[in-house]
């Protein structure tokens, strides 16, 4: 049994913080997220949203329903669940815990385009009941954590998981009564191997050493053993690396040194994605299921950068045009999507179709949320060598990032899914 592969011996709570803290990074780096929050207060909770695939007259995705495409909408019953019911929220997104004034960010929810589509919320008694026996893999950097979390959270209206953690960068969730289902967690902020040589760098926030064609072992081992792999990572290649392939030095990005080429932080996103991808391609007959790859999350300082005093203070969604990706964020959007119409080409070629690829691009719905992220009203510490005080690059939950499980949801569960 798949899930059963993953749950290694329990090595308990970690005991140091250098083991069990998780970096969280911004345009250039986020401060360190913290352990598991305590609750705070109780939220008045509303049931749960519509059985899923039913969203009664509306149609659900289909023919003419592109659900990454849409309007954020009033959702009155939201939210699902809250710190007090949930246990998993990092301090680093716990806005409830902290004290974030506008509550009202969190009763929002994503309507797609079209005449009659909807996306209904996540069901997650039918989700678990569909989930049976399988295991899904969350890839990535703490906004893959934070992703994880959210459907951790959503599930916890029916069942509560048991936890385990095979290394300081592989959580289990696995529900047993009857259910048999595996949500697990990799820490590969980079998806390649990658490795720290100089703490302070050439900026004063570290100087990494990417290997570009290696997919990270802490996930890549174990691809045999997912049913669902949800891969993505773009955060952490804004720090200055050197770029490795085949073994060799080709480039680097902001390194600083002479007689080095800058290959720049798009090279280095677009060949790691490329290696990531691969490795869930089926081309070694491992991996024999549905690997989903998720776009940019977007980062949304106003009045100066993520180290000058840039914050998220909006209070509703933008409407719909009032806000767009721009600079290196939607050249990471081009070449992701560039990346996974490669990679689905070779998945069908390579797996004979046993591997099913599929894009899911939050890029659109999230670039209207800068209402959603924590800002201030987060845990934090600081970093040896700064400081960063506004978060505007992680999710408030419960929050808008729970919009990406209902679209989840939909991709893995509805037939006639977009998948391009």
Not at 68 to 86: K, L
Not at 115 to 121: E, K, M, Q, S, V
Not at 394 to 414: E, F, I, K, Q, S
Request: glycine share 8%; aromatic share 10%.
């Amino acid at each position: 049994m798949r899930a059963m592969a993953l749950l290694l011996p329990q090595g308990g709570l970690c005991s140091s913080s250098s083991r069990c803290v998780v970096p969280a990074v911004s345009l250039v780096l986020l401060v360190a997220l913290l352990a598991v929050s305590n609750t705070y207060f109780a939220f008045p909770l509303r049931g749960g949203g519509a059985p899923y695939p039913s969203a009664g007259r509306r149609r659900v995705g289909g023919a003419g329903c592109d659900i990454f495409r849409g309007e954020w909408v009033p959702d009155p019953d939201a939210p699902y669940y809250t710190n007090d019911t949930c246990t998993v929220i990092h301090e680093h997104y716990d806005c409830m815990k902290y004290g974030k004034p506008d509550l009202g960010f969190m009763q929002w929810r994503w309507r797609p385009d079209g005449d009659g589509c909807d996306l209904p919320r996540l069901d997650p008694a039918s989700f678990l009941a569909a989930m049976s026996g399988k295991t899904i893999a969350f890839v990535g950097d703490s906004l893959a954590r934070n992703h994880m979390h959210s459907l951790i959270c959503l599930l916890t209206r029916v069942a509560q998981p048991k936890t385990s953690w095979p290394s300081s960068k592989h959580v289990v969730y696995h529900y047993g009564g009857g259910y048999n289902f595996t949500v697990v967690n990799f820490w590969a902020p980079y998806l390649v191997r990658h490795e720290l040589v100089d703490p302070d760098g050439p900026v004063h926030t570290g100087l990494w050493n990417l290997y570009l064609d290696e997919p990270d072992e802490v996930w890549a081992a174990h691809v045999g053993e997912f049913d669902y792999a949800v891969v993505s990572a773009s955060s952490w290649f804004y720090r200055p690396s050197m770029l490795y392939e085949a073994g060799r030095l080709v480039g680097c990005h902001h390194c600083l040194k002479p007689n080095v080429t800058d290959l720049t932080l798009r090279y280095a996103l677009r060949m790691a994605t490329r290696a990531a991808l691969l490795a869930v391609s089926g081309r070694d007959g491992r991996f024999r299921g549905t690997a989903v790859l998720r776009t940019v999350s977007p980062s949304q300082y106003e009045g100066g950068e993520w180290n000058k005093d840039g914050n998220c203070l909006r209070t509703r969604p933008y409407r719909r045009g009032e806000n767009s990706l721009q600079g290196i964020e939607l050249d990471f959007h081009t070449l992701q999507v560039e990346e996974f119409a490669a990679a689905e080409k070779e998945a069908t070629q390579a797996s004979g179709g046993a591997v099913r690829m599929m894009l899911m691009d939050t890029t659109e719905a999230m670039i209207l949320r800068a209402d959603a992220h924590p800002s201030k009203y987060r845990g934090w510490t600081p970093e040896k060598y700064f400081t960063v005080y506004h978060d505007c690059v992680h999710w408030c939950l419960p929050g808008a990032v729970d919009a990406w499980n209902d679209m989840l949801a939909h991709l893995l569960l509805t037939p006639q899914s977009r998948q391009s």
